[in-house]
């Protein structure tokens, strides 16, 4: 197939090179030169604008992938994709954008017959080798369309041992991506996915700051550990329960840099965190954990511990994320302010 892809930073480059490997041919647009001519140079065709993206689009119906970071610039990338592209026509958010935004904007393109899909992805900087995982939402004929397209950049079946009794279930499942549901559900099952991740890496990090701890001069001297974090973080990849890729991106961590001294301890969160947060309340569903794990991204601003070293060190890891140098608030606008209007 054919595909236009706008935005080529460390997940956009690597969906873009990971779909001309399995033969599809790609549009590139980037608003910095520089990775449009790499691109380039690996068999993609450069665009200098949305519209010589559109116009270089050949193939009908034509499809544009959006790989931009959530709010303003994804708003305004739509709706000028939206007077680009002409009845039939697809657009695919890919990133980590609101829901309810979505619900949104595929109703405003609906008017134009211009047809929306949204796509959570997960993969972060590895997703070129390991393939994405793919939550889709969005109208069903658009979504099977596209097939080809999501079917390059799941991971496939790999090697992962298949779920017992799964019956006749969707087939796309175990290959790495699903049609979650109509349009938004993607992202919501995205988003979900996201606040379970903070979950998950609050548990390790709270973990290994006890463990880091033991040697306290506050203990009992017969108490006190001076335990090995990268050989605990190592064996627990091997046959124990509370394995997971997150474990192995902290134990490669702790091996490179037991003390995790290149670490700030400061941790960022990206807005999803935030918004599942919401949407239990919304539902009245308790989710303690998930709230206490992203309070804990908030106190991390404020004061630093190994643990949220070991944050830092995993949301390297996964997505190449360098903390501090992202907005605080990820609603914010360039000037500051929370850019929660378009949405409340």
Same mark, same amino acid.
């Given at each position: +197939?054919?595909?236009?892809?706008? /935005?080529?930073?460390? +997940? /956009?480059?690597?969906?873009?090179?990971?779909? %001309?490997?399995?033969?599809?041919?790609?549009?590139?647009?980037?608003?910095?030169?520089? *990775?449009?001519?790499?691109?380039?140079?690996?068999?993609?065709?450069?665009?200098?604008? #949305?519209?010589?993206?559109?116009?270089?689009?050949?193939?009908?119906?034509?499809?544009?992938?959006? !790989?931009? *970071?959530?709010?303003?610039?994804?708003?305004?990338?739509?709706?000028?994709?939206?007077?680009?592209?002409?009845?039939?026509?697809?657009?695919?958010?890919?990133?980590?954008?609101?829901?309810?935004?979505?619900?949104? @904007?595929?109703?405003? #393109?609906?008017?134009?017959?211009?047809?929306?899909?949204?796509? =959570?992805?997960?993969?972060?900087?590895? =997703?070129?080798?390991?393939?994405?995982?793919? +939550?889709?939402? /969005?109208?069903?004929?658009?979504?099977?369309?596209?097939? *080809?397209?999501?079917?390059? #950049?799941?991971? /496939?079946?790999?090697?992962?041992?298949?779920? *017992?009794?799964?019956?006749?279930?969707?087939?796309?499942?175990?290959?790495?991506?699903?049609?979650?549901?109509?349009?938004?559900?993607?992202? &919501?099952?995205? %988003?979900?996915?996201?606040?379970?991740?903070?979950?998950? +890496?609050?548990?390790?990090?709270?973990?290994?700051?006890?463990?880091?701890?033991?040697?306290?001069?506050?203990?009992?001297?017969?108490? @006190?550990?001076?335990?090995?974090?990268?050989?605990?973080?190592?064996?627990?990849? @091997?046959?124990?329960?509370?394995?997971?890729?997150?474990?192995?991106?902290?134990?490669?961590?702790?091996?490179?840099?037991?003390?995790? $001294?290149?670490?700030?301890?400061?941790?960022?969160?990206?807005?999803?965190?935030?918004?599942?947060?919401?949407?239990?309340?919304?539902?009245?569903?308790?989710?303690?954990?998930?709230?206490?794990?992203?309070?804990?991204?908030?106190?991390?601003?404020?004061?630093?511990?190994?643990?949220?070293? !070991?944050?830092?060190? !995993?949301? &390297?890891?996964?997505?190449?994320?360098?903390?501090?140098?992202?907005?605080?608030?990820?609603?914010? $606008?360039?000037?500051?302010?929370?850019?929660?209007?378009?949405?409340?």
């Amino acid at each position: +197939m054919q595909i236009g892809v706008i /935005g080529l930073g460390r +997940m /956009g480059g690597n969906i873009v090179r990971r779909l %001309m490997k399995a033969g599809h041919a790609c549009v590139v647009y980037d608003a910095k030169p520089e *990775p449009r001519a790499a691109l380039a140079k690996a068999g993609a065709t450069d665009a200098g604008s #949305l519209a010589e993206l559109v116009k270089a689009l050949g193939e009908s119906p034509r499809a544009v992938w959006i !790989m931009l *970071p959530a709010g303003a610039i994804t708003e305004a990338t739509v709706e000028e994709l939206g007077g680009l592209l002409a009845k039939g026509d697809i657009i695919i958010d890919g990133g980590n954008s609101f829901y309810k935004d979505d619900i949104r @904007r595929a109703k405003s #393109l609906a008017a134009k017959g211009v047809r929306y899909v949204d796509c =959570g992805t997960s993969g972060g900087v590895w =997703g070129l080798d390991r393939g994405y995982c793919m +939550m889709i939402g /969005g109208p069903k004929p658009a979504v099977d369309h596209l097939d *080809p397209i999501f079917a390059a #950049l799941a991971p /496939g079946l790999g090697d992962i041992a298949r779920t *017992p009794d799964r019956g006749k279930g969707d087939p796309r499942a175990e290959r790495g991506y699903i049609h979650a549901g109509p349009t938004g559900a993607g992202h &919501f099952v995205k %988003m979900v996915h996201n606040g379970i991740e903070y979950g998950l +890496m609050q548990a390790y990090a709270e973990g290994f700051d006890i463990l880091r701890n033991k040697d306290s001069k506050d203990l009992p001297e017969d108490e @006190r550990f001076t335990l090995n974090l990268p050989d605990i973080a190592e064996v627990w990849r @091997r046959g124990s329960v509370v394995s997971s890729w997150l474990l192995d991106l902290g134990a490669a961590a702790l091996a490179k840099d037991p003390l995790l $001294k290149g670490y700030s301890g400061y941790v960022q969160d990206s807005g999803e965190g935030r918004w599942t947060v919401e949407a239990a309340i919304e539902e009245a569903v308790p989710a303690d954990v998930l709230s206490t794990a992203l309070y804990a991204r908030f106190r991390s601003r404020q004061e630093h511990t190994f643990g949220e070293r !070991m944050l830092s060190a !995993m949301r &390297f890891g996964f997505g190449g994320h360098v903390e501090g140098k992202e907005a605080t608030d990820p609603e914010a $606008k360039p000037g500051g302010a929370p850019d929660r209007a378009k949405r409340e």
